[in-house]
């Protein structure tokens, strides 16, 4: 006998007594798979063909059989964009020998899938003509093979084989009777270390197992970080209403609602992206996970803390990237503070760095994302070419950021800062004179459109927009020309270049040795009015610092100049002292000197 249809072809030979004896043998050859969905249902969306030899022999009530299997079938969604044309989604299987007969159904094999491979065996209490006894036990049984953790990369492409050590293996047990089956299994994953593509800090001692059974699935992960700290995590999905006859049986399994947490303690990071920025931190908190396998739901009931955080912001922010949609869609309901009062996070920008704590939270969705971070700055410093400003205890530093890619995404960093810092100039008459300024910044810091800077100073005879000029080295190409009294020969036009040069110069020096000595900022100044100059502050905490300024060489109008003073600012939050500055010192004219000052912000 010979049957075609299409690809699939069936042949068949041999003797059949009605009342005797049965003697057969047959080949079917690309048979297509999809065809079995009459009756499985489950089946009428799998793509494969299969192959299968049987040969029939015994009394033709109860005959033995005995087959081969050999079927390469493809998961649903194969040949889609997702499936890189590298991996091979098929799941290739191969059953021998299969043999049937009166009482017993027996099978093995084994399969091949990705990078998987493994042996399957089985055994029903099968009856003729076609029944499987409801009362006798239903066994199975497969065994994943362990395999390097590397051989997975196709698999996950995140993953960086160069850092990644491990194996992973599994097993799933078939028991119970015809109208009662069970199931469980596992698959373990066990790595000394564990790193992602693009991530430099890795996990080490990886242990992750998933154990299933046919009401729930369990995970549960242990890991160290690389630089110390551990993670700890389960999550449970509950699987007994998924219906797995069904053709919608994959996406039942997304729509599976998921129970857990994860533990991460003193788990310690750092990243450096290069122009893009740097970051380092210790992480604590608790996070738990609900929604679905589709659309999990990371959650805080308390704020995670991030301490001991010393970053570098990019140089330049760019837009970000249009998210990529995939089959699992996180989404976020998180809070975390920023450090600890006594330990600012440290944030370095291209030309400063701040001292900040507070709080954020991240909200929305992996293609969504919504950030806002509401920051105290505890102390700060901004270089200009010929000035540093201190920023005042208190300011505030506003991070947001919502929307989706380029076009519809927005970034912003408002500020509300107060800073203060000295500068030499010319006054009328010729005279050369020491101002003390305070400076207020508000604004969008990403937009210079949204910025407004405002200073004044003591004494109060120099304009604002005079203050911002030498600030912002605007009158450096007006010194080069004749505007100045007397003009200016070429000695002294290299010597303004020198004063907007060498600060920029010698920063990497004095920053090191700044942090050496414990000091907030240590800088090296030159103007053409008092020559070399240094500046340096030290932070003691309760609203006071310590300020020094002194020229390094011999002026030709008199004495060295320098200037000695300790300020404090109540830390009273409300009321007329929160606007109260004071501060007690002394120069190379005054013994002794004690000031009040009042500001307040309109």
Known sequence: MRWENGPTTAVAKGVIDEHGEVNVDANLNNFVVAELGR????????????????????????????????????????????????QDPRLHLNLIPIRVQEGSLTLQGDFRFRSFQGEIEGELPFHYPFDIDKDQPVKGHLTINRRPLVELEELLPLLDIERTEGVVYGSFALSGTRDDLRWEGKFDVEG?????????????????????????????????GSLGGSVEAEVVGILEDIDWSKSDAFSQVLSLPLSGSMNVKGFEAAEDWGAKGAAQMKVDGEVQVLGTLKTPLFRTDQ????????????????????????????????????????????????????????TGQLTGDLVSPELVANLRVAEGLIRLPNARIAIEEGGDLRVLHTGRGQLESETRV????????????????????????????????????????????????????????????????????????????????????????????????????AGEFGLEYLSFEYSAFE????????????????????????????????????????????????????????????????????????
Not at 333 to 348: C, G, I, M, N
Not at 555 to 580: A, C, E, S
Request: hydrophobic letters at 40%.
């Open 39 to 86: 009756w499985i249902p489950a089946l009428a969306q799998v793509k494969g063909t299969a192959n299968a030899y049987i040969l029939a022999s015994g009394p033709v009530e109860s005959p033995l059989l005995e087959a081969s299997l050999d079927a390469t079938l493809f998961e649903q969604g194969a040949g889609s964009a997702g499936i890189s044309r590298t």
């Open 192 to 224: 000394s270390s564990l790193a992602v593509d693009g991530v430099q800090t890795a996990l080490s001692d990886v242990g992750m197992r998933v154990v299933t059974t046919q009401n729930e699935a369990k995970l549960t992960v242990t890991a160290n």
């Open 303 to 358: 704020p995670i803390s991030l301490t001991q955080i010393v970053a570098r912001a990019p140089d330049e922010f760019e837009p970000a990237g249009e998210p990529a949609e995939g089959a699992v869609v996180p989404r976020f309901d998180l809070t975390f503070r920023v450090a600890e009062s006594d330990r600012p996070a440290s944030l370095k920008i291209s030309n400063g760095s701040f001292g900040l704590t507070g």
């Open 414 to 513: 408002d500020i509300d800062l107060e800073g203060r810092t000295s500068l030499t100039a010319l006054r009328f008459g010729g005279l050369v004179q020491r101002y003390e300024v305070r400076l207020q910044m508000r604004g969008n810091l990403l937009d210079p459109n949204q910025q407004l800077i405002t200073a004044s100073a003591d004494p109060p005879d120099i304009s604002q927009q005079r203050i911002l000029q030498l600030l912002g080295q605007a009158d450096l190409i007006e010194g080069l020309g004749a505007n100045v009294i007397g003009g200016l020969d070429w000695n002294k036009q290299v010597l303004g270049i020198a004063g907007f040069a060498l600060p920029s110069i010698v920063d990497p020096l004095t920053e090191r040795l």
């Open 531 to 602: 020559g070399p100059t240094v500046s340096a502050a030290k932070w003691l905490g309760k609203g006071l610092m310590l300020q020094y300024r002194r020229q390094l060489t011999d002026p030709v109008d008199g004495p060295i100049r320098y200037d000695l003073r300790l300020t404090y600012r109540p830390r009273w939050q409300k009321g007329f002292w929160q606007n109260v500055f004071l501060s007690l010192g002394m120069d190379e004219v005054t013994p002794y000197k004690f000031a009040i000052e009042y500001g307040r912000r309109f």
